[in-house]
C-alpha cells in the first residue's frame, strides 16, 4: 500500500474548555464557542470525550455540538452500554473508544484490544451499522494493532504521550526509542488499511516529528492548546500548531 501525502488533518479537543466552565457551575466558558472558533482557525474536526462522571464534557454539549459544528465530531468514550447508547442516538462522524478509570485525571493508556478482543467487536459493530466511523486509540504495539484489524476498526489512534512525555522531561533516549515505535507501528497499520490518527500530550515541540510520519492522517491535540490559549489566543494557538503540523508534512 503506497503512503498517502494528503494533508494532515487536525482535530482540536475542547475536553478542557468545560474543565474550567465546570470548576465554577456557570455557564461559561462555552465548549461550543471554543469549538466554532477553532473551525475558524482551521481545526479540520472536533473531539470531545463524554466520560462517565461528566466532569468536563456534558451530554448537554455533545447536543450543542451534533447541532453546531460544520466540521466532523470525534466523539470520545468508554466501552459501556450507556456511551454506546448515547452515540447510536446521535450518530457523529466518528466515535474514538477509549479506556476509562474513575480515579484517572486523564487517559493513561491505549485501549487493551488484544485482550477485549471479542467484547469490542461485538460493541462496534452497531456503531458500523449506524453509520460512524469507529478509531480505537491504543498503544503502539503490534498486538493491538493487529487486533483492531481484526474486529473491523476503520482507524486507531497511536497514543503517543510516552514519546511526548520522555521529550518534554528531557530524556531523550526514551523518547528517540518511542517515536522509532511510533514510526514502525504507523508504518505497519497502514501496511494492514487502518488510517492512523495520533494524539496525548502533543505540543509545539513535539509535534513535528509526528506530523512528518507519512501514514499518519490526523493528529488529535487538546490540552497544551486550551493552555496556550490563555496566553495567545484560542484562534492564534491553532493557527501556530496548523502551521508546524504543515511544515513538518511539507
Known amino acids: 500500500m503506497e503512503n498517502n501525502q494528503s494533508k494532515l488533518r487536525l482535530g482540536v ?12 457551575g456557570g455557564a461559561y466558558p462555552d465548549p461550543l464557542r471554543a469549538a466554532l472558533l477553532a473551525e475558524k482557525a482551521g481545526a479540520d474536526g472536533i473531539t470531545a470525550h463524554l466520560r462517565e462522571d461528566r466532569r468536563h464534557i456534558t451530554d448537554t454539549d455533545i447536543e450543542a455540538l451534533m447541532d453546531g459544528l460544520s466540521v466532523p465530531l470525534n466523539f470520545e468514550m468508554a466501552a459501556t452500554e450507556e456511551m454506546q447508547k448515547i452515540a447510536l442516538r446521535h450518530k457523529p462522524h466518528a466515535v474514538c ?12 493508556g491505549g485501549l487493551n484490544v488484544a485482550r477485549e478482543e471479542n467484547k469490542l467487536a461485538h460493541f462496534i459493530a452497531p456503531l458500523h451499522d449506524a453509520g460512524c466511523r469507529v478509531s480505537i486509540f491504543i498503544a503502539a504495539e503490534m498486538k493491538h494493532i493487529e487486533a483492531a484489524h481484526r474486529i473491523g476498526a476503520d482507524i486507531i489512534e497511536l497514543h503517543v504521550g510516552p514519546y511526548c512525555d520522555a521529550f518534554t522531561e528531557g530524556r531523550f533516549d526514551v523518547s528517540d526509542v518511542e517515536l522509532e515505535r511510533l514510526r514502525e507501528m504507523s508504518a505497519f497499520a497502514h501496511e494492514l488499511g487502518l488510517e492512523i490518527h495520533a494524539g496525548h500530550g502533543i505540543t509545539y515541540d513535539t509535534v513535528k516529528p509526528i506530523a512528518a510520519f507519512p501514514e499518519v492522517m490526523e493528529l488529535n491535540i487538546g490540552h497544551f492548546l486550551i493552555g496556550e490559549a490563555i496566553f495567545d489566543g484560542l484562534e492564534n494557538t491553532i493557527v501556530k500548531m496548523r502551521t508546524l503540523m504543515d511544515e513538518a508534512r511539507a
Open 13 to 24: 479537543n475542547i475536553d478542557h474548555v468545560a474543565t474550567v466552565r465546570n470548576a465554577r
Open 97 to 108: 473508544i477509549v479506556p476509562e478509570k474513575r480515579e484517572e485525571r486523564t487517559t493513561e
